[in-house]
């Protein structure tokens, strides 16, 4: 299985080091994002595995306000702009 590389954004084979950057593949407990997602219509509380899913540059995840459903993403910009973290909701 592939992974795309959150630094270079390139596919890498290699689960835990990218093949082209070596950048570390595996989730780190300070990239996760936070422990709510704003959405409109409110804020959803996201579960530890939801919190894992969207780690990984390609997890998504589908959430719920009353009758709308999201399907959220996790954009999480490198370390040298950590303050600069986003969600993707579409």
Do not use: E, I, T
């Given at each position: 299985m592939s992974i795309v590389c959150a630094a270079c954004g390139k596919i890498s084979r290699d689960r835990e080091f990218?093949?082209?950057?070596?950048?570390?593949?595996?989730?780190?407990?300070?990239?996760?994002?936070?422990e709510r997602c704003p959405l409109p219509g409110g804020e959803v509380a996201l579960s530890a595995s939801q919190r894992k899913v969207l780690a990984r540059v390609e997890g998504a995840v589908a959430l719920e306000t009353g009758p709308a459903r999201w399907r959220v993403h996790w954009v999480s910009m490198p370390r040298s702009r950590r303050g600069d973290r986003s969600w993707t909701i579409g």
């Open positions: 990218c093949d082209h950057c070596n950048a570390d593949l595996q989730p780190v407990d300070d990239c996760l994002p936070p």
